[in-house]
């Protein structure tokens, strides 16, 4: 699975910002949701100048192109110009059992989580919540998963069961996936709400790059 992880070196400083900036905006606008999980819309970088947030807006820009230029080198070359351009970005505080089904993300080619607050979420394999889960991870799961529903299993493709990889949140790590990936996040319950930022990523250049087909 092709997943960029990074530490942001400046989130001691922009972290308690973005958590002052989230809950007063969840503060003004309880339209986001009063339950388990809050969610605001997803033009958060359209709606709200703040320093905290530029500065993390170019973390995340910088390592989208890191991740998307490793992949894509050989199609590159005839590139120019490439520009990455995050189509949405919005927050989500949980508690109480908050949580979310398997999941794509539409219209981008990149997605992402960063982590503000980890809270109690899960750290390790072993580390689980009150209800015998893992608390608040989010679970990636590759193309092999397609597989193994009701399939035949034997020594010969046991390599199949090995679908999936756990991202255990940690304050200030940014998580950059393939948007066509499918995830989930855990239930979440702690005494400190997860807050983290998801977004949208879409990458172009000067000119257009098409696919060739060939039938030799």
Known sequence: MPILSRKFGQYQQVNPDLLE???DYKLR???G??????SSP????EEISHPSLEKLTRFITDGVFEIASEVNRPYWQK????R???TGIWFQITNGYGFHETHVHGNCSWSGVYYVRAGDSSRSPGQKGDNGMPNGITRFYGPHMEYTAGGHGDLGNYYLQDHSLDSFPEDGRLVIFPAH?????FPYKGEQDRVIVSFHAQVFGESELRYGYSFA
């Open 21 to 23: 900036l989230f809950y």
């Open 29 to 31: 606008h309880p339209e």
């Open 33 to 38: 949701g009063a339950g388990a999980l809050y």
């Open 42 to 45: 997803d033009n958060l970088h």
């Open 79 to 82: 590139a120019s110009n490439i």
């Open 84 to 86: 990455v351009n995050l």
């Open 181 to 185: 990936l499918k995830h989930m996040v």
